[in-house]
């Protein structure tokens, strides 16, 4: 109710300026948005039109030629039902790993009374900004036996200084006087960490939770650079990468395609394969928001 | 409370330490796993730049390939490609940053002048979207859009700014732009989360005065909104200067051919193709070194502008 009567106000008052600047304003809003979800839109009706109808061109937000025949064909492809598998896999695992490392390495060093604190954050604050980079790091991995494995997806960058100081940030923001009653009750730290800080850190672990979710889902390098000859290892982002380059590379073909018969064609497929890929991220985000948003502002420091 | 105790730490006698070392026995066996796992992820890597001087070997491993000194820096920076290769991760780091900043503040300022909370959280939650999408995916959506039959040749097409379709992807002058309205179409929204917060901060009664002084939106926008973020922005714009080459890898190596490449390649890129695929680790590591120690003493520098800014933010 008030929100109308502001809004009132407010439109009495409005100078040619303002009008001005309101139009503005929602043109430029209108023409974001529609930058912004067109082409996923698009992405979506070529999905669900038939393959070869598709060619032809002229599809917007709807499609001409209605066809589920694209998921049907993605769906029965062993090489992307093994990459659903994986990322589903190293999202879950990679997450729990992290979120928990992470954690327990903030926990420590937000103790105010414990005696190495500040030498084992700064520590983990260097690995920040040095990096030893891509060979190096490469025949490292190769050394360990990671490479051709499962766990150099989620074993390497389990730990982040980053994570690490978003979650201390928080921690350090929790009253002292909480740690100290629990000490006078006979405390120990773990069960000061579990039952007394963690509870209180829910928000903050869902910030890292979905922060290092996103970036297990989204990773495809680390699958083409260690474990490309491992097909049983292969992920969904990295199945796309294919799929994306082999449509590339036939473009030039498109007009021969045309004439084939088959109504399943590469561009639909990959179409198909973008939308299931990007599906479980679209519908979880919007119901994080509160929790990222606090995240990134708490932590004062953008990814 | 707590600053009596780090007080007390910092001058505990002998018995009092070992007593505290005991308490802390938890504490202290984490903190050899992390030690340790760093050591292991984050420290070992770096003893690898010794192949940078090596002419190293795999079999023969770091201990005993033959030392060449600074060969392959030589060999490095003779080699015009690399040259170029330095100027694109500079060039599309440097367009890409300001691009996106000042995309993030104009939304993030627009974003909050949208009256009507509703209409606010839809479009702010659109706009999030884009940063949730991997690279892949954002590459392969560019190249439906930019194809020869795609959105933007359509409407170029219709409204006959262009005779013919135009073949985004075989023109070099075309890559940086589109390397940088991809960033900008991805991470615009993201980046806007920290601006709106500063403006959220800003005082209310400071617009209620410009108010009274009869500011319209336009003036409030720029004597009240932009000076009140401006401390955010300039913190914001030091910290990812240190960054800017490592803003050069995954859209240059998707949506890069053989048409561009002398404008596409990125230094990780060039690694990649001469470490890993040519197997030329000392060289593919010389690269890298080279782009770390660049970036390092890029993060000092502004690091030290920033505390000469009274922010003391990164160490």
């Known amino acids: ?251 030039t073909s498109a007009q021969s395609m045309k004439n084939s018969t088959s109504s399943i064609t590469p561009v639909s497929m990959r179409a198909a394969a973008t939308i299931i890929t990007m599906l479980p991220i679209v519908c979880i985000y919007p119901f994080l928001q509160q929790y990222f948003v606090s995240g990134l502002t708490l932590g004062g420091v953008k990814e | 409370m707590a600053q009596q105790k780090k007080d007390k730490l910092s001058n505990i006698p002998k018995a009092e330490f070992v007593k505290q070392l005991k308490r802390q026995w938890v504490l202290i066996v984490w903190s050899i796993f992390f030690v340790a796992y760093g050591l292991l992820f984050y420290y070992a890597p770096l003893v690898g730049w010794l192949m940078g001087f090596q002419q190293y070997k795999p079999k023969d491993g770091i201990l005993h390939s033959k030392w060449i000194g600074l060969e392959k820096f030589r060999s490095l920076f003779s080699d015009a490609t690399y040259l170029g290769v330095i100027r694109n991760t500079l060039a599309m780091g440097v367009i890409n940053l300001i691009a996106t900043t000042i995309m993030a503040i104009l939304f993030a300022i627009l974003l909050n002048e949208i009256v009507g909370v509703k209409k606010k959280k839809v479009v702010q939650t659109i706009s999030y979207l884009p940063h949730f999408l991997s690279w892949i995916i954002v590459t392969g959506i560019l190249h439906d859009a930019l194809s020869g039959s795609g959105i933007v040749n359509e409407l170029l097409l219709r409204f006959h700014l262009v005779p013919q379709a135009v073949n985004f992807f075989a023109h070099e002058e075309y890559f940086w732009p589109i390397v940088a309205f991809a960033n900008v179409w991805k991470e615009t929204g993201w980046n806007a989360i920290i601006y709106l917060a500063a403006i959220t901060a800003i005082d209310p009664s400071l617009y209620e005065a410009a108010a009274i002084d009869g500011a319209g939106r336009w003036d409030k926008i720029r004597y009240v909104t932009i000076p009140g973020i401006k401390s955010t922005i300039i913190i914001l714009l030091i910290m990812n200067v240190g960054n800017v080459l490592n803003a050069g890898f995954e859209i240059q190596y998707l949506l890069g051919n053989g048409l561009v490449q002398r404008v596409s390649q990125t230094i990780d890129i060039y690694v990649l193709k001469w470490g890993i695929s040519q197997m030329d680790y000392s060289l593919g590591t010389a690269a890298g070194i080279f782009k770390s120690a660049v970036s390092i003493v890029l993060i000092l520098i502004c690091n030290e502008v920033a505390k000469r800014h009274g922010e003391e933010r990164l160490f």
């Open chain 1, 1 to 251: 109710m008030s929100k109308s009567e502001v809004t009132t106000t407010k439109k009495k008052k409005l100078s040619t300026a303002d009008i001005a600047f309101y139009t503005f304003n929602t043109i430029f809003m209108a023409v974001f948005v529609i930058v912004t979800l067109y082409p996923v839109l698009n992405t979506l009706a070529i999905s669900f039109n038939d393959g070869l109808d598709a060619l032809r061109g002229g599809i917007y937000l709807i499609p001409r030629k209605f066809s589920v025949k694209s998921y049907i064909t993605v769906l029965k492809k062993d090489d992307l039902l093994v990459g659903a598998y994986i990322s589903v896999a190293r999202t879950i695992v990679g997450t729990l790993l992290s979120l928990v490392t992470c954690a327990i390495l903030a926990f420590i060093v937000s103790r105010k009374n414990f005696l190495f604190a500040r030498h084992l954050s700064l520590f983990w604050v260097i690995t920040m900004y040095v990096n030893g980079g891509m060979i190096p790091i490469f025949l490292l991995y190769k050394g360990l036996h990671l490479t051709n494995t499962f766990w150099v997806y989620v074993i390497p960058g389990m730990v982040s200084a980053f994570n690490m100081l978003v979650i201390r940030t928080y921690m350090n923001g929790i009253p002292d006087s909480f740690e100290e009653s629990a000490q006078l009750d006979g405390a120990g730290y773990t069960t000061i960490f579990l039952k007394i800080i963690s509870p209180l850190c829910k928000p903050v672990y869902a910030t890292i939770a979905l922060f290092v979710a996103v970036y297990q889902w989204n990773s495809w390098f680390d699958v083409m650079l260690y474990n490309r000859m491992s097909s049983k290892l292969t992920t969904l982002q990295y199945e796309l990468m294919k799929l994306l380059a082999s449509v590339t590379s036939q473009s």
